[in-house]
């Protein structure tokens, strides 16, 4: 292991660098899409095994529950023994429940294995601390926003899965492999096998471990801090939020615009693709102008979008002192509207992903996979408990657009705390140091 393994300074680049972050991020890009598939393969599972809305949510978020919960423990594993090591083992396990999936037969089966299938979800923490012991920190923030974009991942079932649903139901293949939506989780194994070895062939064997000499309790010492908590709650607002709406939108779009099934697949990418390959370019703003800053950009937007998507299809209704009653104020959201302010609400999730991440090198250099493991847990536990709540919202209220509802109130508190925080040591200091604000901010 000694042999393999190279304990190197976080602020050293080295000539793999590159290798590592371009299989790091193919790997992460598949990964999401297998961890976020039931999003479209949902639909056509309700419609066979005969599932309300409030059992299909539960399938989603079992997914994203098991994406989430090991995130804290694989970044530490990473910093540990290298993220080479775990990539591999991680692509390579997630294969044999993918595969299953295509077997399932009922409801139990599809919500255990749609829980071994989330695991898949856990390598977004191995690639953020596998990336940052390979990249200097004037570099950091566009690196892991380039390995953040693999999220777009979140995209590949909404346009392969319908088409091939479509063309291959009721056939069989090679093996008895069953079409229709059986099919995609047996492609997804193939290319989970695939994607392993070109790993393995392809990125540095000497990799980078800068905790390989660290105790664990050294490791976990910053979780005391209450500035991670902060930023774990920022992550279930721009990560755990686009995670479920990524796998809600798709059944919004049929349910509430009557469109088909690929249509609404296709609906949703104009929400992944900001929300996923601006990551970058929210790096590269944190870099150039503070990721305090790219934050403030971020809620502003989300609040304006949900808050207006929140509103429900209506209009007031006045009772005249005889009776006489007159409508007012009519509104409804129409379908393109509705996929503008989508889209906006992705572009302010993907920059706000990458500035919520910048600050954890900046803080927590030696400690990048506990921290960034643990905001990345907390970010996609919200991603499982947002879709039931979406379900549940929408049965108390009867009011679709509750959805929306429920990640303004989210933001709004993040939005609240940050600035609190901010003003807090402001007041407590000189006026001056406003303009460092980025990096003495507590």
Known sequence: MSKLIEVAPIHDTGKGAGRVMTMSTIAFTLMFAVWLMFGILGIPIQEELGLSDEQLSWITALAVLNGSMWRLPAGIITDRIGGRKVTLFMLFATAIPAYLVSLANGYLMVLVLAFFVG?????????????????????????????????????????????????TAGSTFLLGIQGGWRLIPVIYA??????????????PRVDRAPGASKPIREMLQPLKNLRVWRFSLYYVAVFGAYVALSAWLPKYYVDNFDVTLTTAGLLTATFIFPASLLRPVGGWISDRWGARKAMYFTFALMLITSGILMMPNGFLTIVHPGGEQTTHLHYTMGLPFFVVLVFLLGCAMGIGKAAVFKHIPEYFPDNVGS??????????????????????????????????????????ICAVWMHWTVHRMLAKATPELAGRIETDAP
Request: net charge positive; charged share 5%; proline share 5%.
């Open 119 to 167: 695991f898949a979800g856990n390598l977004f923490s191995v690639g953020t601390a596998w990336n940052s012991a390979w990249y200097g920190r004037d570099r950091q923030g566009l690196a892991l926003g380039v390995f953040g974009a693999g999220n777009v991942g979140a995209s590949v079932t909404k346009f392969i899965g319908p088409p091939l649903i479509a063309a």
């Open 190 to 203: 193939v290319l989970l096998i695939a994607t392993g070895i070109a790993t393995w062939l392809i990125v």
């Open 371 to 412: 921290v960034g493991g643990l905001v990345g847990m907390l970010g996609g536990l919200g991603g499982f408990f947002l879709p039931p709540l979406f379900a549940y919202t929408k049965t108390w209220s009867g009011f679709p657009s509750s959805t929306f509802f429920c990640i303004f109130v989210l933001v709004v």
